[in-house]
Antibody, heavy 121, light 111 residues
Framework: EVQLVESGGGLVQPGRSLRLSCAASGFNFEDYAMNWVRQAPGKGLEWVSGISWNSDRIAYADSVQGRFTIYRDNAKNSLYLQMNSLRTEDTALYYC??????????????WGQGTLVSVSS | QSVLTQPPSASGTPGQRVSISCSGSSSNIGGNYVCWYQQLPGTAPKLLIYKSNQRPSGVPDRFSGSKSGTSASLAISGLRSEDEADYYCATWDDSLNGPVVFGGGTKLTVL
């Protein structure tokens, strides 16, 4: 059974940093691209970042470019999102999602339950 | 404002066929595959359609996707009460720094 378990969310002040983690199991993690997608309270889905299976292709949404860093450790079956210079508009539920392919696509077939990030003073 | 345009709401009665549209441009839908997601209240999104018209295993064939030019559609036939959810389209956008874009979502109500 595929499982994705996010952790690391919490309440943080604007300008501070947070690192999200996603522990994957039940599939060959090293064979698939991974994505972070967020959803602000009561709002729609927003793709944040994606990383290919071997980390050679990485992309970010404009809204987080330069502040967030995605990376993965295939030996540990783990995905990460380092979030710096957090803003109030980054407040959202952050989902880790497995891509259907090795390169990042728009299709994520498995999702975690999300970890909540709240940015407030 | 989302790059992909979806109607904010749609509705139908049980057994009916409903369609949800997703409108984009040549830099996104026009040149890339489209995916569709279903999000039930309080749950994570579920992939319904990928590569514009492919269903992952386990997704009923009541759900179908199509694409024509710069628009895409999700059709749901034999509507059921459990289909009441939010639906999102997504695709790549070649003109933006961030390659994946979502539509704003459509709230489907089963009357």
């Amino acid at each position: 059974e595929v499982q994705l378990v996010e952790s690391g969310g919490g309440l943080v002040q604007p300008g501070r940093s947070l690192r999200l983690s996603c522990a994957a199991s039940g599939f060959n993690f090293e064979d698939y691209a991974m994505n972070w997608v967020r959803q602000a309270p009561g709002k729609g889905l927003e793709w944040v970042s994606g990383i290919s299976w071997n980390s050679d292709r990485i992309a970010y949404a404009d809204s987080v470019q330069g502040r967030f860093t995605i990376y993965r450790d295939n030996a540990k079956n783990s995905l990460y999102l380092q979030m710096n210079s957090l803003r109030t508009e980054d407040t959202a539920l952050y989902y880790c999602a497995k891509d259907v392919s090795r390169g990042s696509s728009a299709g994520s077939d498995y999702w975690g339950q999300g970890t909540l990030v709240s940015v407030s003073s | 404002q989302s790059v992909l345009t979806q109607p904010p709401s749609a509705s139908g009665t049980p057994g009916q066929r409903v369609s949800i549209s997703c409108s984009g441009s040549s830099s996104n839908i026009g040149g890339n595959y489209v995916c569709w997601y279903q999000q039930l209240p309080g749950t994570a999104p579920k992939l319904l359609i990928y590569k514009s018209n492919q269903r992952p295993s386990g997704v009923p064939d009541r759900f179908s996707g199509s694409k024509s030019g710069t628009s895409a559609s999700l059709a749901i036939s034999g509507l059921r009460s459990e289909d009441e959810a939010d639906y999102y389209c997504a695709t790549w956008d070649d003109s933006l720094n961030g390659p994946v874009v979502f539509g704003g979502g459509t709230k489907l109500t089963v009357l």
